[in-house]
């Protein structure tokens, strides 16, 4: 069998995700036997969930910030202390996606049997760890996240260039 994109090379191997034969050259062009295509594929969707936990962080925080905003309007008198504390709480807030994921990839789900009960506590122990995990992970996060968001981009113009 031959390599799908060079057709005079023999190929050693396969695209792990759709089964296409690689060349060794086309088989360690990635960290995994990909073809092109697959790869793109791949480093699209996992765009797709940065943007998604990053959409979700700056919707909770402006979510959060607006619902203060317009909760306490009429009880409190808005100084720059205030305001401080409405960023800081929505900040938290904000935090959480980042810190579930981040704890799931700790621990991830166990599938054992529990009461609702159990499930319940469960989910609000792990809330409860995501807001202080995510406070101070969600500055390093935001960071690894965009850049990797730029690494996506310039690998995608590189794969895309020489298909
Ligand atoms: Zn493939
Ligand atoms: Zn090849």
Redo the contacts with the bound molecule.
């Keep these: 069998m031959k ?4 057709y005079n ?1 023999d ?1 050693s191997s396969q695209c792990l995700d759709c089964g296409k034969a ?6 360690n ?1 990635y960290n995994y036997p990909l073809c092109d295509t697959c790869f793109i594929n791949e480093i699209n969707s996992e765009k797709l969930s940065i943007l998604k936990i990053l959409g979700l962080s700056i919707f909770i925080f402006i979510g959060t910030f607006y619902y203060k905003f317009i909760i306490l309007r009429e009880f409190v008198e808005f100084d720059s202390s205030v305001v401080l504390y409405f960023l800081w709480v929505s900040y938290g807030f904000s935090s959480v996606p980042i810190g579930w994921v981040t704890l799931t990839k700790l621990q991830p789900n166990s599938f054992i049997w529990m009461p609702i009960i159990g499930w319940l506590f469960y989910f609000i122990i792990k809330l409860y760890l995501s807001v202080l995990i995510g406070i101070f992970i969600f500055p390093y996060k935001i960071y690894k996240f965009i850049k990797r968001l730029i690494e996506i981009k310039n690998l995608k113009k590189r794969v895309v260039r020489k298909l």
Aim: glycine share 0%; with cysteine.
């Design positions: 390599c799908y994109k060079h090379r190929a690689l060349c060794p050259e086309c088989t062009k």
